[in-house]
């Protein structure tokens, strides 16, 4: 019985005594969920080839940050290549590649404003904040730094996603995610901490229209649930773009999981103790997702979309 049935069934106080303590906090994440009505401006939109590839979940060590990512899925390959930026004297110096659950937040906000807005200019500063602040994340400190850093990052990063078509032929689409540096002032620098910083940046014309072309629909909630695991962000991006579309059952096994989700691992046992519990968390948020595990990895089914094919354009207005 999973845990959606059984918050159903008995109310979320008593599924919480009925599941082992470790997977208590899956009871609260599935509640939550299930608690949240979905609008159209709860919707999140991000490019089909970050559902099927990823960045790194941590900061790869030693020089192995400032060489290029890949990562594998299938017929989708990714190539985050690092960049290089000035300093405030003018010497140039490499920045590493982006990784973690704030760089995807990031990422997502931007795809997220190109679509609603139909326009590759995104607004940061205080609407970044904003956001970052509905997402349980404050703009200040540690967290201020991190969204600072993984800013530069992208900023500075090159991407090319290559795939293997139907027909066997090969194709690519290399790009910057943005025209420009996403600035960021030092915390304490210029007294705009508050407000994160005041600037737009323009998404590459290369990633827009591969964006607008491809968008996958995610509910922010399910973000904002996920948004401190990047492997669990990671799932529920892959689920709502791979469920939708299947004709019929789908097996995936536990080798071609690990290539995709954690090559960085050095056994499918360990790989697959941490994918359990995130894939349950990913789920917790996806409540018609309809996944099951096997001996030898996970069968996927035809599901209905992460969010309603159809919402309410904005929420009712209450006159006090």
Not at 43 to 67: D, K, N, V
Request: charged share 20%.
């Amino acid at each position: 019985m999973n845990v959606h049935t059984l918050i159903t069934l008995h109310g979320k106080d008593a599924a919480r005594e009925m599941v082992p303590e470790k997977e208590r906090h899956l009871i609260d994440l599935a509640a939550e969920a299930m608690s949240c009505e979905v609008f159209a401006d709860d919707i999140g939109y991000l490019y089909s080839g970050w559902c099927m590839t990823a960045l790194p979940h941590r900061r790869p060590p030693g020089e192995r940050e400032f060489q290029p990512w890949i990562r594998e899925n299938g017929r989708f390959r990714l190539i985050v290549e690092p960049g290089y930026a000035y300093s405030p004297k003018f010497e140039t110096f490499q920045v590493g590649i982006p990784f973690g659950s704030r760089a995807r937040l990031i990422l997502f906000y931007l795809q997220t404003e190109a679509i609603r807005n139909q326009s590759a200019e995104v607004e940061l500063g205080p609407c970044l904040g904003k956001w970052l602040s509905r997402m349980g994340i404050p703009d200040c400190g540690l967290n201020y730094q991190s969204v600072r850093e993984q800013c530069r990052r992208l900023s500075a990063c090159h991407l090319t996603i290559g795939w293997l078509a139907d027909d066997g032929t090969v194709g690519f689409e290399r790009a910057n995610i943005v025209n420009k540096f996403m600035f960021v002032p030092s915390v304490g620098g210029d007294g705009r901490q508050g407000s994160l910083w005041n600037e737009t940046v323009r998404l590459s014309p290369e990633f827009f229209q591969s964006l607008v072309a491809h968008p996958v629909p995610v509910a922010e909630q399910g973000v904002k649930l996920l948004c401190n695991s990047s492997l669990s962000l990671d799932l529920y991006v892959w689920l709502a773009y791979r469920l939708r579309v299947l004709s019929k059952p789908t097996s995936v096994s536990w080798a071609a999981l690990r290539q995709q989700f954690g090559p960085e691992y050095a056994t499918i046992r360990s790989f697959k103790s941490r994918f359990v519990l995130n894939l349950k968390e990913a789920l917790c948020v996806y409540p018609d997702a309809r996944v099951e595990e096997s001996q030898s990895g996970i069968v996927l089914h035809p599901s209905p979309p992460a969010v309603p094919e159809r919402v309410p354009l904005k929420r009712l207005q209450v006159i006090r």
